[in-house]
């Protein structure tokens, strides 16, 4: 299982345009991908290390524990991104 996080606040207009890229880029998934895919969201005005650490750069996008981008997302390297972070042990391009 791979997870997605977000890391934002709530009333962030970047955060909302991010979500509907990440939502978008997994409905296009297939969905043996799709089921190897955890979504969660964290905010940084609940969780002071995440407000210190991201309070500049949300909205932050990690995929398991690393970073994938902040600020902006930009589908078509998400959707790599992801694609690679779900193919299956030993599955070549």
């Keep these: 299982m791979r997870t ?3 890391i ?17 880029v997994l409905a296009e998934l297939p969905d043996e991908a799709a ?3 955890q979504l969660e969201e964290k905010s940084i005005l ?11 750069k949300i909205p932050v996008v990690m995929i398991d524990d690393d970073l994938h981008a902040y600020w902006r997302v930009n589908p078509e390297r998400l959707r790599a991104a992801v694609e ?8 070549t391009l």
């Excluded at 609940?46 to 500049?56: S, V, Y």
């Excluded at 690679?84 to 599955?91: L, Y």
């Design 4 to 6: 997605i996080t977000l």
């Design 8 to 24: 934002g606040k709530e009333g962030c207009h970047l955060c909302d345009v991010a979500r509907g890229v990440i939502e978008h």
């Design 35 to 37: 089921d190897r895919i």
């Design 46 to 56: 609940e969780d002071a290390a995440l407000h210190q650490q991201w309070a500049e």
């Design 84 to 91: 690679d972070a779900t193919r299956p042990e030993g599955a």
